[in-house]
């Protein structure tokens, strides 16, 4: 069965903190896709980052970074020298082609930056 | 490119009416859309799955003769809410795959919000 757990359901940090989003997920798929969106207050989901599981290699974009681990399931995501802007709900989500293809998301982890 | 477009963005409607939200592949073409339903504060649950010209696939729990979905073309895929009740007012979320590309590609749409008075 898939499945996406973000155990964190709310995190509040001060602006220019660092923050770790965790994501641990299950799946008996040798080929899956995990992603990271950011949905702000308008609802929107934003794309930020698609990992395929042929590759761990760590990824960096900006104040962003990404760990993935198939040793431990995990991928998780950090956010360097947060901003108010950041606020927002972040999911985690699961796909593979043995299901289709569907999205598995995780409950999403509410951040909050207090300026 | 890869835009996904929903209309209307949010709608209000009166209990006991039908409401029906458009999702289109903007710049490309869609083999498969996906519609997804979001309570406050909780995650996106699937809804149902559409492949243009056949008839729709529902996830366990949700009525099909409820949520009436149409793929007829390759950009354009409808959600129906039929007999909207309160509790069905929720965030809809769609989203598409491409009809060429990678399997795992999917583009989101920015959502209808549905209240139903």
Redesign the interface.
Known sequence: AQKVTQAQTEISVVEKEDVTLDCVYETRDTTYYLFWYKQPPSGELVFLIRRNSFDEQNEISGRYSWNFQKSTSSFNFTITASQVVDSAVYFCALSGPNTGNQFYFGTGTSLTVIP | GAVVSQHPSWVICKSGTSVKIECRSLDFQAT?M?WYRQFP????M?MA?SNEGSKATYEQGVEKDKFLINHASLTLSTLTVTSAHPEDSS?Y?C?A?PHRGG??E???G??T?LTVT
Do not use: E
């Open positions: 498969t996906f504060k909780q995650s996106l699937l799955t965030f979320i989203s795959r399997t795992y999917q583009y989101f920015p959502g919000r």
